[in-house]
């Protein structure tokens, strides 16, 4: 322990604005008082609850007297109760608009200042929270959209974080009180539906001995994936080794930089040996070093939308372009799978699956609902990521959703695909909410310079992520693209696959067959050549 506590004395002799902002009140007390604040008036928010206190529980002041949302839906496992009071929410106060997120969340949008208190009670009537998914906090802990129900499942994860959320949520000692945000994920299946490697801590199915459990991988986030720790831990085991990893984070993250102050910093700072000691030596768990990891297979949707599943059941595809969805939705999809006797999954590429019996699968289909979002049931939408953009982000440096729907619609139109993946993130700025770093053709946000010289919206292309069987970031092969010129490059890019993939070979696949052994001026001039 002894790098770990020299590592905190260097970094420790000054500390950032948030952290002076957390000396000014608590959370707890902020959010019981939060009536009268509401009550008070938009215009005398206080500077630290608008910046801080109201963020640890998912209330994100938009400087215009409206305020984001930020749902935590548990493994995005969405019951029909609380679907559709998310629904008349969003009708009755955020302009019936809703954003589903990477992290398997919903966020509701243009709420008024003096309703934030009438919708949290709302949400917690019916066992909804919005606590600690926001600033320094642990956001929602993800898994498989088709977690206990796949047929490649080992360990059924949703028990599990049922165990780790009771460790932290809406525990005050827990609330505000890490040096930066802490997102969590746990695999239990040979299929990586959920970004496995992009989070601080992963919990990634392994096999030890013939026993079933878990790889633990620490240190992802934007632009850097989560290293092996090279332990195994039983299922029984992770409630403990979970509260070790944050334990030591609390103590020992650094407080000065903010951007450099996530997790990944302190391991890099003692070294992963050093982090791992720690572990063992603050977990009550006997621990054992790292197994063979169970990842085998690529997360891939059939042609008619529907993912197989075990006890003659599938989950149904609702694509829902760039995440943008409404209440009223919301609300006819929930009604939609109660009348199937279902139940709905938030997927990681901001969309949803109605989980049904097989002969349920036709009559879902058959619906106003299904079919409104059936055209987006294409290979440009079904994997697609995108973050918000300048709407609603005031990092956002292009619009993003818009230029990400318009782009899947126009190589729609212009190479159409049949039997393909293709998995086509946007982030609207170099923050990388929208995941680029890992797809197949990744987008970053950025001003760029058209034919005439004059500012325009731009992208930087970056290609070759890998996270169906390994954690690779992809490299930026065009940089500052002006967004009119971006389609026709991505459209070469795509005749490139459609005419030299493999049988139905997805684009990861594709890349690493042709493409990762190019140079970038290689791939450029392949790129450029072709017609």
Avoid at 4 to 22: G, M
Avoid at 183 to 189: F, Q, R, T
Avoid at 344 to 367: D, G, H, P, W
Wanted: one cysteine or more.
């Amino acid at each position: 322990m002894k790098k770990l506590h020299e590592a905190y004395q260097e970094r420790s002799k000054k500390i950032n604005k948030i952290e002076q902002l957390k000396e000014l009140n608590t959370p707890k007390a902020v959010y019981d008082n939060l009536q009268a604040i509401c009550a008070a008036g938009y215009e005398n928010l206080k500077d630290e609850d608008s910046k801080y206190f109201l963020k640890c529980f998912g209330l994100f002041d938009k400087n215009d007297g409206t305020f984001m949302i930020r749902v935590r839906i548990a493994g995005g496992q969405l019951s029909i109760e609380k679907a559709l009071v998310i629904g008349e929410i969003s009708k009755e106060y955020g302009n019936d608009y809703i954003d589903i997120t990477t992290r398997q969340q919903i966020e509701l949008r243009y709420i008024k200042f003096e309703n934030l208190h009438k919708v949290l009670t709302k949400l917690d009537a019916v066992g909804i929270t919005t606590f600690q998914t926001g600033i320094d906090n642990f956001r929602n802990i993800v898994t498989s959209s088709f977690d206990g129900l796949s047929s490649d499942s080992f360990v059924e994860c949703m028990p599990i974080i049922e165990e780790l959320q009771g460790v932290f949520l809406h525990k005050e000692e827990w609330t505000g009180v890490l040096p930066r945000k802490f997102n969590a994920a746990i695999l239990g299946s040979a299929t990586n539906d959920c970004n496995i490697f992009g989070h601080d801590c992963c919990f990634i199915a392994a096999k030890k001995d013939e026993e079933l459990g878990f790889n633990l991988y620490l240190g992802g986030r934007v632009g850097m994936q989560a290293e092996d720790i090279n332990l195994f831990i039983k299922p029984e085991e992770v409630k403990e080794v979970f509260l070790a990893v944050i334990s030591l984070f609390k103590e020992f993250g650094f407080r000065d930089n903010r951007n450099k102050n996530r997790l990944h910093f302190l391991i890099e700072a003692v070294g992963m040996d050093v982090f791992r000691d720690a572990i063992i030596q603050v977990s009550k768990a006997t621990l054992q070093s790292g197994g063979e990891l169970l990842l085998s297979n690529e997360h891939k949707i059939n042609q008619d939308g529907c993912v197989e599943l075990l006890d003659d059941k599938s989950a149904v595809l609702f694509s829902i372009p760039s995440g943008i969805f409404c209440g009223s939705d919301l609300i006819y999809s929930a009604e939609c799978t109660k009348e199937a006797e279902g139940e709905l999954r938030l997927s990681i590429e901001q969309s949803f699956y109605m989980v049904c019996k097989n002969e349920k699968i036709e009559q879902i289909k058959a619906t106003p609902i299904y079919k409104k979002y059936e055209k987006y049931q294409n290979p440009y939408f079904v994997h697609q990521i995108a973050c918000a953009g300048t709407a609603t982000c005031s990092f956002g440096v292009i619009p993003n959703k818009p230029d990400a729907v318009e782009m899947a619609e126009f190589l729609h139109k212009e190479v159409p695909l049949t039997n393909a993946k293709v998995r086509m993130y946007w982030s609207a700025c170099p923050k990388g909410c929208g995941i680029h770093g890992i797809a197949d053709i990744g987008f970053e946000g950025c001003k760029a310079k058209d034919e005439d010289g004059n500012t325009c919206y731009g992208v930087h292309i970056l290609l070759g992520g890998k996270a169906s069987y390994e954690a690779k970031e992809s490299r930026v092969i065009y940089k500052s693209i002006p967004l009119i010129e971006a389609k026709y490059i991505v459209k070469k890019i795509m005749l490139m696959y459609k005419n030299e993939r493999q049988s139905a070979e997805s684009f990861e696949i594709y890349e690493s067959r042709v493409l990762s052994m190019l140079n970038n001026d290689e791939v450029i001039k392949k790129i450029e050549n072709y017609h």
